[in-house]
């Protein structure tokens, strides 16, 4: 963008002045009187409107299992990694010891 006209801090900081974020408005929960946004599900309980629309538990738990079959299987790729890099760090000591 090309520079068209010399301006002040003032001016700067008066336009500025409307960049603030206002913080969300949000309402309390009815049944655990947590605060959620207007028209949105409570994150805390997973109801709306009183009613349950989400298993709030049950999502949490299949959560936390995918992350340790996750995390298990990281486990096991990690340790093939490191059997393949032993085998090619045996391969590649020799050749450099050779060249030296
Ligand atoms: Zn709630």
Do not use: F, I, W
């Not at 298993?55 to 949490?60: E, I, P, T």
């Not at 486990?75 to 030296?100: L, R, W």
Request: proline fraction near 2%; include cysteine; charged fraction near 30%.
């Amino acid at each position: 963008m090309s520079v068209r006209m010399r301006h002040t801090r003032g001016h700067t900081g008066n336009r500025r002045s409307h960049h603030a974020l206002a913080a969300p408005r949000l309402s309390l929960c009815g049944k655990c009187g947590e605060g959620h946004l207007r028209h949105t599900m409570c994150g805390n309980c997973g109801t709306y409107r009183g009613r349950e629309v989400v298993d709030v538990l049950a999502q949490v738990n299949r959560k936390a299992s995918r992350a340790k079959a996750k995390a298990h299987e990281l486990g096991k790729e990690e340790k093939k990694e490191e059997q393949s890099e032993k085998s090619s760090a045996g391969k590649v000591s020799p050749e450099a010891s050779g060249k030296k």
